[in-house]
């Protein structure tokens, strides 16, 4: 059996049940789980995503929302630029699909915000079409399986899209379930830090298993600090406005940080990315 085989047979037993796999889930449903899932975690965005899709379950329902109430439903998922980009997209699609998200890699990649990697994920994931669809879990597992080292580098390469397309099958149905079957070993079973191997399918043709290599003393990506930082911040004051019925004055921003050089400079990279819109005195989400 090739590692693709042996990954689709361990992911038909031991996937989550995740309401993005569903079959009735669209591709515009798989695209917000797609977007919501950069950087947060599954146990994060499942209820974010139910929320969502309840009340946007169409890319058309949601451009006729403005951009601020876009962000109002994001909550604390962070990094809210996420949830512009989402409107931006919905708003595009409804422009120039007819409120569909379209099948064509190149048209995906021309949306507003979408990447090669989100853009390659909703190929797969929602039209089962044969794309190498490369993340962090990914380039783990495939660099320790095939390569024998114990982790990948810091971001994705030219290099690792290549490794694995080498590594799916031509029919685009198993392709696109073996893209899905090698994220999931690597988000449960190869993760960075205590992988298990001892259940892992690739546990014989692992060549760093093999090796008997240990791994690095330290991760090879610094956790990101969070508390005390611009990005804390920033967060801080969207809380207030994403709670508030309307525009508010300054001052009711002011009390959510003492330190009012980071608070300004906090508040005015929001009003830079459009996730703040100033009247004035007053300072509301963009559209409310």
């Known amino acids: 059996m090739t590692l693709a085989d042996n990954a689709i047979a361990w992911y038909d037993a031991n996937a989550r049940d995740l309401p993005w796999r569903q079959p009735d889930t669209t591709p515009w449903g798989v695209l917000v789980s797609e977007v919501m899932l950069q950087q947060t975690p599954v146990v994060r965005v499942e209820p974010a995503w139910r929320s ?14 403005s951009p601020g109430e876009a962000i109002r439903m994001w909550g604390r998922l962070g990094y ?22 379209p099948s064509d890699l190149d ?50 390469t030219p290099a690792d899209l ?48 093999a090796s008997g290599a240990a791994l690095p003393s330290t991760p090879s990506r610094k956790p990101q600090r969070y508390a005390g930082t611009d990005r804390h911040v920033r967060g801080l004051l969207l809380e207030v406005l994403r709670h508030a019925t309307g525009p508010v004055p300054r001052q009711r921003l002011d009390v959510v940080w003492s330190d009012e050089v980071q608070r300004a400079r906090a508040l005015a990279g929001l009003v830079e ?7 004035g005195d007053l300072f509301a989400l963009p559209g409310a």
């Not at 809210?80 to 998200?101: I, K, Y």
């Not at 990697?117 to 089962?128: S, W």
């Open 52 to 65: 969502w899709m309840t009340r946007w379950p169409t890319p058309a329902a949601l451009a006729s929302d």
């Open 80 to 101: 809210p630029r996420r949830a512009m980009r989402l409107h931006a997209c919905a708003v595009a699609m409804v422009e120039r699909h007819e409120g569909q998200v």
């Open 107 to 156: 048209e995906l990649l021309a949306l507003p915000g979408i990447g090669t990697y989100t853009a390659r994920a909703v190929a797969t994931f929602a039209f089962g079409q044969r794309h190498p669809v490369v993340d962090t879990n990914v380039r783990r597992v495939v660099s320790r399986v095939v390569e024998g080292l114990p982790d990948a580098g810091p971001a994705t």
């Open 162 to 209: 290549v490794a694995m397309s080498d590594l799916l099958p031509q029919e685009a149905d198993r392709a696109a379930r073996a893209s899905i079957a090698f994220m999931e070993l690597g988000a449960l079973i190869c993760t960075a830090r205590s992988p298990r191997c001892a259940v892992c399918p690739f546990e014989s043709q692992c060549l760093w298993r």
């Open 273 to 279: 990315d459009g996730l703040v819109v100033p009247r």
